[in-house]
């Protein structure tokens, strides 16, 4: 048995801190019963993931947690066994789905009925679970669970302007529709070529006025419908893994989705190739658009 | 990449005063990725050198804020003639690590929270050393308030403020807001107090007057004996940890009393005495400037603090600005930097779109802003909070006002009330 005094850290965090653990952790992804540290922009909170969504799996829905006793509040529970190896507060009032982009450091598994335990706001479900109580300095006490409660809110709000999933389905039956009539009428409207056709429709040659007019009459715009890019759903959904949190953290593309982008980099690169798609080609596609968007920066 | 140049030209370890001399001296360097502190606490499962120079450094870059612990430091025994590192490197041993008395000595109990988020959340020395800030200013607040004279001062003082009644009417006599307090290019709002129904703007009187008005006023003050008295029973106080909640508590420390209590038509000592200075300020002081006034002709209370015998101002004595706008809750944990959301429909936030629960947040919110001291009411963001956690609050705070453990009939009147009150939000 490894003896400790009680200022140095416990040996549940050094075998969560270890490197193998954590490589091993993050790129298996997050999973429910965990504990990880979130970062946004500096702000750090720890947390419980109770379940990664049914419907998204980029959105996580989590209990916020802190390793600071003193900060407990009447509502939330007092966690005695944790991976951490010392002390947490959990505030089951306060759960919300966030996404798991902001994912950044994962910390070991609670053990099952502690997780329900939290999950269910039940501290009778294990005796290691208690109901916490107020503090002498309750107005601290509430001002950081509020604090606490905004920056998730806040987070909540990134996951809901994800892009949206299943894109393929709606743009097969909705804009590339509008093409395919806009193509068909170029080519019996104006009479145009396959070669013209494809010039205007996928390379920018533009029409002459009187073409346009001829369109306009046949109630058609002068430049064809935008081409809209599907990304599938894996590619949207791979992007948000918390293993591409560091090395996207500080990059910025002029206010644009990062992630987005690194999706959209990613399929297209995969799009060309005729190697195969399989998961280590996936990886492989990921990590090199991460290279060539830090290039492009 | 790693920045290689950077590192054969530039070694801490060999620099005479050691790791804390990198970032006094060195360059700002980009983050090369490498955690070494991270490391070091992993080996040594405590904070080394390493980390220890690194918060020291940011130690020193915040205490200026808080000369009284600067005093405290000063004061020690051992530390004669000891520089800015020693004594940086001092307040990073403590942020790091909770002491107590133990048979007259100090003994380590655990390595603090905020260490430990701050180690476990980092990637690299560089984050470490940015996302140190936060947490040791928060550190010094409270070291600030519940272990220097002036802040426990401070406190008793403020809460007599709040708490002070007209004889008369039982209305407030004073008041909590935010007086402009102008310096010369930049205008700011600090937290102050004045007389309700006297004017708001900060008051133009000195210190040295204000003591003056305030003698007038009878007030037994204790006697010098009577607070060392205190002080000794209390630096002999234990603090009992339980390491299976990471509970701290404090054993109630004993207390001299400030002047005597009111009798039926009569104000305390102390509230005559706070009214007689901030009637004759004829305009408001922030709570530490009327604590100073305090101190000028009872120092022994806090015999550490220097008094600033000018009224604050954002202004230091050697021309540096304030630049944390924190400083006018002084000793206070202040939440600041609330994310904003980018789409004003999103402020709305989480809980309040969960439909149950809005009108009956709206009633608890209403009775909490009543019931919370305004000084307060800038701490805690009541919007982001669920109805659930917002009624917790709401039974604390009725419960530390009516002095009272028993719960059950706080409830049933809150209950009560915002049965009414929620019936008022629907007609």
């Known amino acids: ?297 | 990449m790693p920045n290689k140049q950077a590192k054969t030209t530039w070694d801490p370890a060999q620099h005479p005063r050691g790791w804390a001399a990198e970032w006094f001296e060195a360059p700002e360097t980009p983050d090369d990725g490498s955690y070494r502190i991270g490391e070091e606490i992993r080996d040594l499962r405590k904070p080394g050198p390493k980390t220890i120079g690194v918060l020291g450094k940011t130690c020193n870059s915040r205490i200026v804020f808080y000369p009284d612990l600067q005093a405290m430091f000063a004061y020690q025994d051992d530390t004669d003639g000891c520089g800015a590192d020693q004594m940086g490197e001092y307040w990073a041993n403590e942020f790091c690590t909770m002491h107590m008395l133990y048979d007259k000595k100090r003994k380590a109990i655990g390595l603090r929270p905020a260490f430990i988020k701050l180690y476990l959340s980092s990637h690299s020395d560089h984050q470490f050393r940015i996302r140190s800030y936060k947490p040791v200013h928060d550190f010094f607040g409270k070291e600030f308030a519940q272990n220097t004279d002036f802040g426990r001062l401070r406190a008793r003082v403020e809460a007599r403020l709040q708490r002070c009644t007209s004889v008369e009417s039982g209305e407030p006599v004073f008041e909590y807001i935010k007086a402009a307090c102008n310096a010369p290019e930049r205008s700011e709002h600090v937290n102050a107090w004045h007389v309700l129904g006297a004017p708001t703007a900060r008051t133009t009187k000195t210190k040295g007057a204000l003591a003056e008005a305030g003698a007038k006023v009878t007030v037994s003050w204790p006697t010098e004996e009577e607070v060392r008295d205190v002080d000794r029973k209390r630096a002999a106080l234990a603090l009992e940890y339980d390491p299976k909640t990471g509970m701290l508590y404090q054993q109630r420390g004993p207390r001299y009393t400030i002047g005597k209590n009111g009798a039926k038509g009569r104000m305390s000592q102390l509230d005559a005495w706070l009214l007689a200075v901030l009637t004759a300020a004829e305009g408001s002081m922030t709570l530490s400037e009327i604590v100073e006034v305090m101190l000028i002709d009872h120092p022994y209370l806090a015999p550490d603090h220097q008094v600033d015998m000018h009224m604050e101002s954002l202004e230091f004595e050697d021309g540096t600005m304030r630049t944390d706008v924190e400083m006018s809750a002084y000793g206070r944990h202040v939440p600041t930097g609330y994310p904003d959301s980018t789409d004003p429909a999103d402020a709305l936030g989480f809980y309040e779109s969960q439909e149950m629960g809005t009108r009956e947040q709206r009633a608890l919110i209403g009775i909490i802003r009543a019931e919370l001291p305004e000084e307060a009411q800038d701490l805690i963001d009541v919007h982001a909070l669920p109805p659930h956690m917002l009624r917790g609050l709401a039974i604390e705070i009725r419960c530390r006002r009516m002095r009272t453990t028993s719960k059950d009939e706080i409830i049933e009147q809150l209950e009560s009330e915002l049965r009414e009150s929620m019936k008022e939000d629907r007609s």
């Open chain 1, 1 to 297: 048995m490894n003896e400790r005094t009680p200022a140095q850290i416990p040996q549940e965090m050094l075998d969560v801190t270890n490197p193998d653990y954590r490589r091993q952790a993050i790129e298996a992804g997050p999973h429910a019963g965990q504990l990880w540290i979130a970062e946004e922009q500096d702000r750090t909170e720890f947390l419980m993931i109770v379940d990664i969504d049914e419907c998204d799996p980029r959105i996580a829905h989590i209990i916020p947690m802190s390793n600071a006793p003193i900060e407990q509040t009447s509502d939330g529970l007092v966690i005695e066994t944790t991976p951490l190896g010392m002390p947490m507060v959990a505030w089951p009032s306060l759960a919300i789905p966030i996404p798991i982009r902001v994912l950044d450091v994962p910390l070991g598994d609670f053990e099952p009925t502690v997780v329900q335990a939290i999950a269910h706001n039940e501290p009778d479900l294990d005796q290691r679970v208690h109901r916490a109580e107020n503090p002498d300095d309750f107005l601290t006490a509430y001002a950081q669970a509020s604090a606490r409660a905004r920056l998730f809110q806040h987070w909540w709000t990134i996951g809901k302007h994800l892009p949206p999933l299943h894109q393929e389905a709606a743009i097969t039956f909705g804009v590339s529709d509008e093409r395919k009539a806009y193509a068909q009428a170029l080519k019996d409207v104006l009479g145009l070529s396959a070669v013209q056709r494809n010039a205007i429709m996928n390379h920018g040659m533009r029409l002459t006025a009187s073409q346009a007019k001829k369109m306009e009459k046949a109630g058609f715009a002068s430049t064809p419908p935008q081409a809209q890019e599907a990304i599938p759903d894996e590619y949207l959904i791979a992007a948000e893994q918390p293993r591409w949190h560091q090395a996207l953290d500080d990059m910025d593309l002029d206010g644009n989705d990062v992630r987005l982008e690194l999706a959209r980099t990613a399929a297209f690169d995969l799009a060309a190739r005729t190697s195969g798609h399989d998961a280590a080609a996936v990886n492989g596609a990921f990590l090199k658009a991460i290279e060539s968007m830090k290039h492009g920066q």
